[in-house]
């Protein structure tokens, strides 16, 4: 048990969105998304409904090789696990975007994946060889309303 104390030391609460809390993990490089229960029922099977619909885009786009899934699975961040009911999801860690940096060519490369060009809902993945930020990608991919 003392590991899980010191795992659950290092997650930093960041962001409390209408549909689902995020805890993040930076030192591990994932995050936690759960439904939010604090608005109302709605929200709340909507955040499971965003969590399990991620994961879904995640497994349909990475396991094909065509050119339009290879364009859209660059542009998300992955999930690479989502429980039942969409209770659980975890993604991948990005550097979210801390000022509205995002242009029109931004909004016309991503049109595919989002409406809601919220800069909260963007990021940079990190090269592991490198030490500097990659490229831009979509953490918040889905939600059927934007």
């Not at 609460?13 to 994932?30: A, E, Q």
């Not at 998304?33 to 619909?53: A, D, H, R, V």
């Not at 989002?114 to 831009?136: A, S, V």
Request: aromatic share 18%; net charge positive.
């Amino acid at each position: 048990m003392k590991w899980f104390k010191n795992f659950l030391k290092t997650y930093v609460f960041k962001h409390r969105g209408t549909t689902r809390l995020v805890f993040l993990f930076p030192k591990y490089g994932f995050v936690i998304k759960i439904p939010n229960f604090t608005y109302s029922m709605q929200m709340f099977l909507l955040g499971c409904y965003c969590n399990w619909n991620e994961r879904v885009i995640t497994k349909q786009f990475t396991n094909c090789s065509s050119d339009v899934c290879i364009d859209i699975t660059s542009k998300i961040a992955p999930t690479y696990f989502c429980s039942w009911l969409g209770i659980i999801s975890i993604q991948k860690y990005v550097y979210v975007l801390s000022v509205n940096s995002l242009n029109d060519d931004d909004k016309s490369h991503f049109k595919n994946i989002t409406n809601d060009f919220n800069y909260r809902n963007f990021g940079y993945t990190l090269n592991t060889n490198t030490g500097e930020f990659d490229k831009l990608v979509c953490l918040d991919y889905g939600n059927p309303l934007n």
